[in-house]
């Protein structure tokens, strides 16, 4: 919540939406709950529905405005109902067709949002309840109580967030969908107990988890736009995966981590070195996971030299194209292996 402006009931409802809704069925009473504790009906004093903006409709949403001379005032249609349906339609479309109004729902909803992060059990142990006996533990206690008969003691593993690292393409021929997917980024970099690092690849690797860090997505953004040299320019994956994993790799960012590639997989250089260096990464990884914008346009087939070679060594391949493909990303990253 402390991300969130509380003035703008919109990003609450899908803030809330997003961390409490585990699937459909859930949606009608939220809705229920969070029409009812914002109308006012826990305090006994109901309030008036405040009157849809047409602004923050999409383009081709349609939403039902009261008239507002009519008398009727509580027949007045609630800004979070309609703006619930638009983000409805909104959440399936592909992000490089959206414009305007539209683009700038998709930046507030991704501010918001909310990149969970998988437990990895530590060599380390803990005090437990249960779990096996602490053999030490239990005899500093027995000398204490003087050789008396004590209660056994017990140990667990730690258990600390898993880290994720994000490589974000930013090549031209990604460049509809850059922006979105580095706000994606820049919410996994929130979660201050999951340690995340970002980089975006084009023609070079740019480390950008400094920038990232800023608390607001667009001053984040405007400093990675000055870090990273090569927006919008060619793609040679197989070399800057080779120089991430010589650098980042056997014992760096890399090791034991969730690892998501975000890119279309084109490749203009040597598609056996990004099939070489994707097997390495696979060795070195927890887990592998390739978000592509290309999936999921009708008759995509992972044709493409680069996607062909990295495939095999992938773990989860999934869309990327649209919120609801990076809702479900989201989901993957967050999955126990």
Known sequence: MAALDPGRRDDVYWAGRLTVCAGPDDVPRYDAAFAAYFAGA????????????????????????????????????????????????????????????????????????????????????????????????????????????VRLQYERHRHRPRRVVLLVDVSG???????ALLRFAHAATRRRDVPTE????????????????????????AAAATAVPDWSGGTRLGVLLKEFLDRWGQRGVARGAIVVVLSDGWERGDAGLLG???????RLAHRVVWANPRKGHPGYA?????????????????????????EQLAKVVAARA
Do not use: N
Not at 200 to 215: F, K, N
Not at 276 to 282: C, F, I, P, V
């Open 42 to 149: 826990t305090s006994g004093q109901p309030r008036r529905a405040p009157l849809v903006r047409p602004a923050s409709v999409p383009v081709g949403v349609e939403a039902p405005l009261a008239d507002p001379g009519d008398p009727e005032g509580d027949e007045e249609v609630p800004a979070v109902a309609a703006s619930a349906s638009a983000v409805e339609v909104l959440r399936q479309r592909d992000i490089a067709t959206l414009q305007g109004a539209e683009r700038e729902l998709l930046q507030r909803l991704l501010a918001v949002f909310d990149l969970p992060g998988e437990q990895r059990r530590s060599r380390r142990y803990r005090p437990a309840h249960r779990g096996r006996i602490d053999r030490a533990r239990t005899v500093r206690e027995l000398l204490h109580g003087g050789g008396e008969p």
């Open 173 to 179: 021929s990604m460049s509809a969908y850059a922006d």
């Open 198 to 221: 970002v980089f975006t690849i084009g023609t070079r690797l740019t480390r950008v988890t400094r920038e990232m860090a800023h608390r607001d997505s667009r001053t984040a953004l």
């Open 276 to 282: 070489a260096q994707m097997e390495r990464l696979s």
């Open 302 to 326: 992972p044709l493409a030299a680069g996607m062909a070679a990295a495939l095999p060594y992938v773990d989860d391949f999934v869309e990327g194209h649209s919120l609801a493909a990076l």
